[in-house]
């Protein structure tokens, strides 16, 4: 095995088949670890690079390639962007950040991909509404880079999309349009808010009407679901909408620090050692 160092997988060297002897986790959460665990060892194999001149040896044993890896992540995140380049248009961007209300997180702990579907697609059409309507000034087709992420700076559940919209559109006529407001203003965000609190809750609804989701004695019966619906529907929901990019040549790369970002970084991890492990976070 290779040199013990400061990371997460050599947490789960240390420590992991204790941890997976007292609890029971999901398969996919085990595959993960496991890869974690061989992430740059030995039992992954590598090759050997040789100077010619003077004969010193350097081993590189092969990456696990898990996306939840943040061995493997940093390279993941840098062809990601390189290729998201060729997609950045030369006009200004927001940034927009579309939030799930914590009361519908239980709801989601048991229909994640069902739910993080439902969280994309009713941004979208949130975003292309605004955009079409002619009341907002703009009146096209506008396109979007969206992220998904499900935590906080402090490591709590937090699922909510990451969005980079360009300042502008496809009109009719096949032309581009600018924002009317020179890139100075998206939409309000609380009439977004407002209209994908709609959306979602229509879906959601439906969904239940449909018996698609797995509810696990949370809302099981009828009138507890409707509850929910009722005190989401009385909420302001969290929709925020960033200054534009001062310099859109950076904006791909701004997106990316969420593309390929996991939980606890390898640099956040301080000292290992006497079964515990001591991390810092962003308050």
């Not at 955009?131 to 559940?157: C, D, F």
Request: aromatic letters at 12%; proline letters at 4%.
């Amino acid at each position: 095995m290779g040199v013990a160092h400061t990371s997460v997988g050599e947490i789960f060297r240390r420590y992991g088949d204790e941890f997976l002897s007292e609890h029971h986790l999901p398969v996919h959460w085990l595959k993960a670890i496991e890869a974690l665990k061989l992430c740059r060892t030995v039992e992954l194999g590598g090759h050997v690079e040789k100077c010619t001149s003077c004969g010193h040896t350097r081993v590189h044993y092969n990456s696990c390639g898990n996306r939840h890896c943040p061995q493997c992540q940093g390279a993941n995140r840098e062809k990601w962007i390189l290729e998201k380049q060729y997609d950045r248009l030369p006009v200004p961007y927001f940034h927009a950040v579309f939030t799930l209300p914590q009361e519908l997180h239980p709801l989601i702990r048991y229909n994640r991909a069902k739910l993080y579907n439902l969280l994309f697609r009713c941004t979208w059409e949130t975003l292309k509404q605004f955009a079409s309507n002619p009341q907002n000034r703009l009146n096209a087709k506008i396109g979007a880079i969206m992220v998904l992420h499900t935590w906080t700076q402090q490591l709590e559940y937090h699922p909510h999309v990451h969005c980079i919209v360009p300042a502008g559109g496809i009109d009719s006529e096949g032309r581009w349009k600018n924002s009317p407001s020179q890139g100075g203003f998206l939409f309000h965000f609380k009439a977004l808010a407002n209209t994908f609190r709609g959306k979602f809750l229509w879906y959601l609804r439906e969904m239940h009407e449909k018996n698609e989701l797995n509810l696990s004695g949370l809302l099981n019966n009828k009138y507890q679901f409707i509850l929910l619906v009722k005190a989401l529907k009385n909420k302001q929901w969290n929709v925020k909408i960033e200054d534009p990019f001062p310099d859109n040549k950076h904006v791909i790369a701004y997106l990316g620090r969420y593309t390929h970002r996991v939980a606890i970084a390898n640099s956040r991890i301080k000292c290992i050692e006497n079964s515990r492990v001591t991390f810092s976070y962003l308050n």
